[in-house]
């Protein structure tokens, strides 16, 4: 069975920056997308970013491109997401996830096409 494991989340005020990771077992297929997903009170899920794990290829949503960073240490069966310049609308619940390769209508990755889900990690941002 896959099972994701994230950490790093917790309160920070707005401009600074956390560092979640997720590590990764059982994944059973080479090429996989994991991706972090993010909910806040009230509102639906949101895609903000992804990784293809056989090129390091990267989805951002437009809400985090410039700040948020995915990236992978497969030696460590970790991945991570840098989040910086963090804002009160960035408070959520962050979930990682992982399956199969899919491809979104933004590209590889793009979407929550998982098959596969962390616990999540809270997120908050508040001066």
């Known amino acids: 069975d896959v099972q994701l494991v994230e950490s790093g989340g917790g309160s920070v005020q707005p401009g600074g920056s956390l560092r979640l990771s997720c590590l990764a077992s059982?994944?059973?297929?080479?090429?996989?997308?994991i991706g972090w997903i993010r909910q806040a009170a009230g509102k639906e899920r949101e895609a903000v970013a992804a990784?293809?794990?056989?090129?390091?290829?990267?989805y951002y949503a437009d809400s985090v491109k410039g700040r948020f960073t995915i990236s992978q240490d497969y030696t460590r069966n970790t991945v991570y997401l840098q989040m910086n310049n963090l804002q009160s609308e960035d408070t959520a619940v962050y979930y990682c996830?992982?399956?199969?390769?899919?491809?979104?209508?933004?590209?590889?990755?793009?979407?929550?096409?998982?098959?596969?889900w962390g616990q999540g990690t809270q997120v908050t941002v508040s001066s």
């Open positions: 996830a992982a399956g199969p390769y899919f491809r979104g209508y933004g590209g590889a990755c793009e979407g929550m096409g998982y098959n596969s």
């Open positions: 059982g994944l059973t297929y080479d090429s996989n997308c």
């Open positions: 990784l293809y794990t056989a090129d390091d290829n990267t």
